[in-house]
């Protein structure tokens, strides 16, 4: 699939549009989830008190902008350092890694991590603009290296929080398929697809369907 990016850029009332509902939601639930932002911190701490309750992760946004995204700490303060004896047992072929049984990630961080409760700190990347709610996973600059032509077509919209990926399968769905799901995604975006997405997502995190 060839997307035409000047047609997606035109698209000048829905970007207007879901920018504003993108401020008012992440807004709103920064503050509602304010309680539980504090359990999942003290959680973390308690588990592991070595590293921080955040953790921020360069990440590659629309068209090819680079900003921190944060996150809770869901892995040892070293993943970083051991992530390379581990490329072997990636489970995902393509340019991005999943393992899912990691050793580094924690007692805490597996439980977070199955509900997506750990990806609640994007809300703020959201409210500053280097996201969306719903939109392209935003990748790592080591796996925009690997990209094809094709696959930087996932670059020419905001990423999101949640997308049609997350809500298709998410670590079992393949990169080449995330891919096309990703394009799929931009060429119908419309503000009722995002609310249906969002719904979606709502539903995974109470009955997770392949996070880890």
């Known amino acids: 699939m060839t997307l035409d990016k000047k047609q997606i850029e ?18 709103c639930g920064l503050i509602l989830l304010s309680p539980l932002f504090l359990t999942v911190a003290v959680a973390i701490k308690l588990d592991d008190r070595t590293g921080s309750v955040f953790y921020q992760q360069e990440r590659v946004g ?12 869901s892995m040892c303060v070293d993943a970083e350092k051991k992530l390379k004896e581990l490329q072997k047992y990636n489970e995902v072929k393509g340019a991005m890694f999943k393992m899912k049984h990691d050793p580094r990630v924690t007692k805490v961080g597996r439980f977070i991590r199955r509900y997506s409760i750990d990806e609640l700190p994007q809300l703020f990347n959201v409210l500053v603009g280097d996201m969306s709610l719903v939109g392209p996973r935003p990748p790592l600059p080591r796996e925009v ?21 997350q809500v298709s399968g998410r670590n079992d769905v393949g990169f080449h398929e995330m ?14 697809y995002d609310l ?17």
């Open 10 to 27: 035109r698209r000048h009332i829905y970007h207007v549009i879901k920018r504003l509902s993108d401020i008012i939601l992440s807004g």
């Open 179 to 192: 891919v096309a799901l990703d394009l799929k995604y931009i060429k119908n975006s419309g503000l009722l």
């Open 196 to 212: 249906d997405i969002m719904l979606k997502t709502v539903k995974i995190m109470v009955f997770p369907n392949g996070a880890y």
């Open 145 to 165: 290296k690997k990209y094809t032509n094709y696959d930087k077509q996932r670059l020419y919209v905001v990423p999101g929080c949640t997308g049609l990926w």
């Open 62 to 73: 629309h068209n090819g902008k680079k900003f921190m995204m944060y996150k809770f700490r």
